[in-house]
C-alpha cells in the first residue's frame, strides 16, 4: 500500500511531464515558424544580384545599407566594402543617385554621414548623394525609399549573406531591385555573427511584411532632386 508521501508524489510527476510535453510543443512550433519563415524569405527573395558592378541593370539610385561603424568614426570593413561597392555603381554609370540609409537613432552613432562623407570625398558629386536617417532597419530603409524618397528602381548593396532579405523586402516595398553583393573582403567575428542573427532577421520580416508594419514616415525628398536637401544637422558641438 503506497505510503502519504508516495500518494503525494504522482501529481508531481504527472503536472511535471505535462510541462515537458507543452515546452517540447512550443519548442517545436517556434522551430517550425522559423524554418518556414525563412524558407519564405529566401525563396522569394533570390531575386537577380550580381558581385560585378559592371555586370549590374541600370537603376535610378543605388540604396546602401548601412552597417557597424566603429566607435572612433570609421567604418568597418563590411560597411567599408558596401560603401566601395555603391562607388563603383557611380562610376560605371548605373545609378545616377546614391541613397545611403542606416541607424542615426542618437547624436554620437551616425551611419548614413558617415557613408555620405565617404561618397563625397570618393568624387561624387554632393547632389548625388542621399541620405537617410531613418533607415533603423532593413524594413524602414525599403519602405523609405519609395514612400519618402520616390525610389522606383534601385540596385540594393549588400553582403550576400543579406541580399535575400534585402531583395525580399524590397519587393514587399515595391521596389523594382536587384542586388550588388559586396563581399570584398573575409569578415571574421562580424560576419558570422551577422550570418548568424540572419535566421532571426528574416524571421522578423516575414512577420513584419505580413503584419505591414510601418516603417516612421517623413515628408517627401525625391531622389530626382538635390541630395543636399536629405542631410542631417550636425551634431550637437561638432562645429
Do not use: C
Not at 517550425?32 to 525563396?43: D, H, M, P, R, Y
Not at 541593370?57 to 563590411?78: K, T
Request: net charge negative; proline share 5%; glycine share 10%.
Amino acid at each position: 500500500m503506497p505510503t502519504q508521501p508516495e500518494k503525494a508524489e504522482k501529481p508531481r510527476q504527472r503536472w511535471l511531464w505535462r510541462g515537458i510535453i507543452a515546452a517540447s510543443f512550443g519548442v517545436g512550433a517556434l522551430i517550425f515558424v522559423i524554418v518556414v519563415s525563412n524558407a519564405i524569405v529566401l525563396v522569394e527573395g533570390s531575386g537577380d544580384s550580381v558581385s560585378d558592378p559592371a555586370d549590374a541593370p541600370q537603376a535610378q539610385a543605388a540604396i546602401v545599407l548601412g552597417a557597424l561603424v566603429e566607435p572612433d568614426g570609421d567604418m568597418s570593413q563590411m560597411l567599408a566594402d558596401r560603401v566601395d561597392q555603391g562607388i563603383n555603381l557611380y562610376r560605371d554609370g548605373k545609378v545616377d543617385k546614391i541613397l545611403v540609409s542606416g541607424d542615426h537613432g542618437q547624436w554620437t552613432y551616425d551611419e548614413p554621414t558617415v557613408m555620405k562623407n565617404a561618397f563625397v570625398e570618393a568624387g561624387v558629386p554632393a547632389r548625388d548623394v542621399f541620405t537617410d536617417h531613418a533607415g533603423f532597419n532593413t524594413r524602414a530603409s525599403m519602405e523609405r525609399a519609395t514612400d519618402v524618397f520616390g525610389v522606383d528602381s534601385a540596385l540594393i548593396v549588400t553582403q550576400g549573406f543579406h541580399m535575400t532579405r534585402a531583395l525580399y523586402l524590397a519587393d514587399a516595398a515595391g521596389l523594382d531591385a536587384h542586388g550588388v553583393t559586396s563581399d570584398l573582403h573575409s569578415y571574421g567575428g562580424q560576419g558570422l555573427k551577422s550570418q548568424v542573427r540572419e535566421v532571426a532577421s528574416r524571421t522578423k520580416a516575414f512577420f513584419d511584411v505580413l503584419t505591414n508594419t510601418a516603417a516612421v514616415g517623413g515628408p517627401p525628398v525625391p531622389i530626382t532632386g538635390d541630395g543636399r536637401s536629405s542631410w542631417g544637422p550636425s551634431a550637437p558641438g561638432s562645429d
